[in-house]
């Protein structure tokens, strides 16, 4: 069985006594969500899903995807990303590795932080009294890009002034 595969059996049992748990029904299409999240890699929206869902022949309604996807969140299996723009965008969140983010406060886009240093020090902090499921760093500011668009801006405002 490969690494993966048994990734997911432990991800399904942990939905499985979240449902249980929480007296909530386990439907076909919830542990069908479950798995297409796991085969998807990186981030992925309520309209990523509805399309993976498609492409496997598998019919779900969106507001089904809405439900089970607010479901993963409170049994903590995928991180619902804080981003400013009005489309939930999501994450598995398999592991209690942690994760780091910086995002652009002007065109929203995500890049996972890969460098040691920063997990590190978020890995080594241990909270009392607090069972941590999941730790994750969010850190905002100005893409490249961005920056260049609005130096750009600034100097051809100082130009016509
Ligand atoms: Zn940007």
Redesign the pocket.
């Known amino acids: 069985m490969s690494e993966k595969t048994n990734k997911y059996i432990e991800v399904e049992a942990r939905f499985r006594k979240y449902l249980l748990a929480n007296d909530l029904r386990q439907t076909k299409e919830r542990y069908a969500i479950l798995k297409t999240i796991y085969n998807m890699e990186g981030t992925f929206t309520v309209d990523d899903l509805l399309n993976m869902m498609e492409i496997q022949r598998f019919p779900i309604s969106r507001s089904a995807i809405y439900t089970t996807t607010q479901l993963l969140v409170q049994a903590n299996l995928i991180i619902r990303h804080p981003f400013s723009s009005s489309t939930a965008v999501f994450e598995r969140i398999e592991d209690s590795s942690p994760r780091s983010y910086q995002i ?6 995500i890049t996972r932080i890969k460098g040691r240093d920063l997990a590190e020090a978020v890995g080594a902090y241990h909270p009392r009294r607090f069972n941590v499921s999941h730790r994750v760093v969010y850190i905002y500011g ?2 490249p ?3 260049q668009i609005l130096n750009k801006r600034l100097k051809q405002l100082s130009v016509t002034e």
């Not at 652009?104 to 886009?109: A, F, Q, V």
């Open positions: 652009c406060s002007h065109c929203h886009r100005i893409c890009k961005c920056e």
